[in-house]
């Protein structure tokens, strides 16, 4: 099955800095790989995903890049704000979002004022 | 946006009892659900996937017999956790994709579940 490896596990940045988180997975025939955010005692919040026919993907102050050759995925957040902090996951599945995902381990992204 | 509502949000009880959780869809039909679970400080495990008037379907290692799901409607799939115990105490979180084509998945809240 699919193996979705994830980091770093701990993130902290000084507010206004730019945040890298990088995911690797094992599954060539996954296409899809959304990015969640999640704060405390709450469910998962997707922010940005994206499916195997682009390379990048843009949404503001966030964005994603695919690497299908070497299996692996980031988010970047730029001018980072004391609301970004929370746990971030990364995942991946074959369907789109009508198969089950197989998350990263999350990281826990804390942001400095 | 595609809401996804759980019920309830947390629950406290004896070991042995069985308590049922709910997974609504609250604007939109939702052929597929999938519940997933999730200890502290640890990321979300699909358990199984929920399909609208047929059969849930397992992961490896997954106790169908104890986790009964029943998606009998286009915006309810339930779960059950049958003789609960200590080691179950988890945080239960479902989700479900928009009937639409590349749509993403939705998730609800959770239910926090203790068992004493």
């Known amino acids: 099955g699919e193996n979705v490896e994830q980091h770093p596990s701990t993130l902290s940045v000084q507010e206004g800095d730019s945040a890298v988180i990088k995911c690797t997975y094992s599954?060539?025939?996954?296409?899809?790989f959304p990015w969640y955010k999640q704060e405390l005692g709450k469910g998962p919040q997707l922010i940005i995903d994206i499916r195997s026919n682009v390379g990048e993907k843009k949404d503001q102050r966030i964005a994603v890049t695919l690497n299908k050759t070497a299996k692996h995925f980031s988010l970047h957040i730029t001018e980072t704000q004391p609301e970004d902090s929370a746990v971030y996951f990364c995942?991946?599945?074959?369907?789109?979002?009508?198969?089950?995902?197989?998350f990263g381990k999350g990281t826990h992204l804390i942001i400095q004022p | 946006g595609a809401v996804v509502s759980q019920h309830p949000s947390w629950v406290i009880c004896k070991s042995g009892t069985s308590v049922k959780i709910e997974c609504r869809s609250l604007?939109?039909?939702?052929?597929?659900m999938f519940w997933y679970r999730q200890f502290p400080k640890q990321s979300l495990m699909l358990m199984a996937t929920?399909?609208?008037?047929?059969?849930?379907?397992?992961e490896q290692g997954v106790e169908k017999d104890k986790f009964l799901i029943n998606h009998a409607s286009l915006t309810l799939s339930t779960l059950t956790v049958t003789s609960a115990h200590p080691e179950d105490s988890s945080f239960y979180i479902c989700s479900a994709d928009e009937p639409r084509g590349n749509s993403p998945q939705h998730f609800g809240d959770g239910t926090r579940l203790s068992i004493l």
């Open positions: 995942a991946a599945s074959r369907g789109g979002g009508a198969d089950g995902l197989t």
């Open positions: 599954d060539s025939a996954s296409n899809y």
């Open positions: 604007d939109f039909q939702a052929t597929t």
């Open positions: 929920s399909n609208e008037g047929s059969k849930a379907t397992y």
